[in-house]
């Protein structure tokens, strides 16, 4: 479980872990130790994992190819990832929530190979995906990233660290107090315990950025590691700072959280963009049907996880143009999105994370459109 830091008033510490504990129920309806049907046959993936920590779990998935997922509220790492190892070398991908999560991944590569590590991806910028970068810092290894991601890094994530929550948190606190509904209020709280996470883990360790910018001049970038070869290359959508690692030569792919499978969509960042993402999805569908994914949360899926998280993108847009078409202000329909019956077990990191990001950034685009 996650600590929530101690200047927390008893009031906050408790609408704040009565919240999670909510959030906690949705996350373990995703299956972790059962494989999704669509990769349950898949050769390619081992139905053994090569460990298990609870938190997470490392899979083989293809010919020196690796799969760490992740149970998201039992921490330590809370973002999906993996390595990729060949005769002369390896490349890990994510720096995770903690330092000890990318240590998790380290010890698991040095399960199957001494080979050197040429490097630790970070897939983009968020701190679940970057904060553990530290033990990359003290072992030497380099960090590989979108150009932006270090910048984004430090202004994102510095302000947090020894802020006093009370500030911090405050104006989320503000909206559960001023919330005009029931529904409101609980999207809110959902907020508010999303937020409180964030703080927590970005008060947890020191910001290690990353060191090897991968511009779009390098792009897309081959990785020999010596009978295995990767590519690495950036598509927009969920941060501004995206970035896959592909193996074109076995149908694989790191997608990061272009992908968050049985998740419905993080669009709360200020460079993410629904059409860009949606574009970015319709390029994945377009790639082999056999195709495997690592996404950045949830389980490993084929093409039919691409589809659904299509379906979902198309569900927030066809209720949220409803609304625009019928003059409902942004804020409005943020909160009259309905989760239909076959999204249910979809998990909602929080509303406006997801959903109430969404139908904001639906709502601008199609204003500028006008
Ligand atoms: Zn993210």
Same mark, same amino acid.
């Given at each position: 479980?996650?600590?929530?830091?101690? %200047?927390?008033? &008893? @009031?906050?510490?408790?609408?704040? #872990?009565?919240?999670? =504990? +909510?959030?906690? *129920?949705? /996350?373990?309806?995703?299956?972790?130790?059962?494989?999704?049907?669509?990769?349950?046959?898949?050769?390619?993936?081992?139905?053994?994992?090569?460990?298990?920590?609870?938190?997470?779990?490392?899979?083989?998935?293809?010919?020196?190819?690796?799969?760490?997922?992740?149970?998201?509220?039992?921490?330590?790492?809370?973002?999906?990832?993996?390595?990729?190892?060949?005769?002369?070398?390896?490349?890990?991908?994510?720096?995770?929530?903690?330092?000890?999560?990318?240590?998790?991944?380290?010890?698991?590569?040095?399960?199957?190979?001494?080979?050197?590590?040429?490097?630790?991806?970070?897939?983009?910028?968020?701190?679940?995906?970057?904060?553990?970068?530290?033990?990359?810092?003290?072992?030497?290894?380099?960090?590989?990233?979108?150009? %932006?991601?270090? &910048? @984004?890094?430090?202004?994102?994530? #510095?302000?947090?660290? =020894? +802020?006093?929550? *009370?500030? /911090?948190?405050?104006?989320?606190?503000?909206?559960?107090?001023?919330?005009?509904?029931?529904?409101?209020?609980?999207?809110?709280?959902?907020?508010?315990?999303?937020?409180?996470?964030?703080?927590?883990?970005?008060?947890?360790?020191?910001?290690?950025?990353?060191?090897?910018?991968?511009?779009?001049?390098?792009?897309?970038?081959?990785?020999?590691?010596?009978?295995?070869?990767?590519?690495?290359?950036?598509?927009?959508?969920?941060?501004?700072?995206?970035?896959?690692?592909?193996?074109?030569?076995?149908?694989?792919?790191?997608?990061?959280?272009?992908?968050?499978?049985?998740?419905?969509?993080?669009?709360?960042?200020?460079?993410?963009?629904?059409?860009?993402?949606?574009?970015?999805?319709?390029?994945?569908?377009?790639?082999?049907?056999?195709?495997?994914?690592?996404?950045?949360?949830?389980?490993?899926?084929?093409?039919?996880?691409? *589809?659904? /998280?299509?379906?979902?993108?198309?569900?927030?847009?066809?209720?949220?143009?409803?609304?625009?078409?019928?003059?409902?202000?942004?804020?409005?329909?943020?909160?009259?999105?309905?989760?239909?019956?076959?999204?249910?077990?979809?998990?909602?990191?929080?509303?406006?994370?997801?959903?109430?990001?969404?139908?904001?950034?639906?709502?601008?685009?199609?204003?500028?459109?006008?």
């Amino acid at each position: 479980m996650i600590d929530f830091p101690q %200047a927390f008033s &008893r @009031r906050r510490f408790l609408a704040g #872990t009565s919240c999670f =504990g +909510a959030s906690y *129920a949705l /996350a373990r309806l995703i299956p972790l130790r059962v494989l999704p049907a669509d990769v349950a046959d898949d050769a390619r993936v081992s139905e053994l994992p090569l460990v298990d920590k609870g938190f997470a779990s490392v899979r083989k998935i293809g010919n020196g190819l690796y799969a760490t997922i992740s149970d998201l509220p039992k921490g330590t790492t809370v973002c999906n990832g993996g390595f990729l190892v060949g005769r002369d070398a390896a490349l890990l991908v994510e720096g995770f929530a903690t330092s000890a999560g990318a240590s998790f991944q380290m010890d698991a590569l040095r399960m199957v190979s001494q080979a050197p590590v040429k490097g630790a991806l970070n897939t983009h910028y968020h701190l679940d995906h970057s904060i553990g970068n530290a033990f990359y810092g003290t072992r030497g290894i380099e960090v590989w990233a979108h150009p %932006a991601a270090a &910048r @984004r890094i430090v202004d994102s994530y #510095t302000p947090l660290q =020894g +802020a006093d929550p *009370a500030a /911090a948190l405050g104006p989320v606190e503000k909206r559960m107090k001023d919330a005009k509904s029931e529904v409101e209020r609980a999207h809110a709280l959902s907020d508010l315990n999303a937020f409180t996470t964030v703080f927590r883990l970005a008060n947890a360790s020191v910001l290690t950025v990353p060191n090897r910018p991968l511009g779009p001049e390098k792009l897309p970038m081959k990785v020999e590691l010596g009978g295995l070869t990767a590519v690495i290359e950036s598509y927009p959508g969920h941060s501004g700072t995206d970035m896959v690692v592909r193996v074109p030569e076995q149908n694989v792919v790191y997608t990061g959280d272009l992908l968050a499978n049985g998740w419905y969509p993080a669009c709360l960042d200020g460079k993410a963009t629904v059409s860009e993402w949606r574009a970015t999805l319709k390029t994945f569908a377009s790639w082999d049907k056999d195709t495997l994914f690592v996404p950045g949360h949830g389980q490993l899926c084929g093409q039919p996880g691409i *589809a659904t /998280a299509r379906e979902l993108f198309d569900d927030i847009a066809e209720q949220a143009g409803k609304m625009f078409k019928a003059g409902l202000p942004a804020e409005e329909a943020q909160h009259r999105y309905v989760v239909p019956p076959r999204f249910a077990d979809f998990f909602v990191f929080s509303w406006g994370f997801t959903i109430g990001a969404a139908i904001a950034k639906l709502y601008e685009e199609w204003r500028e459109k006008k």
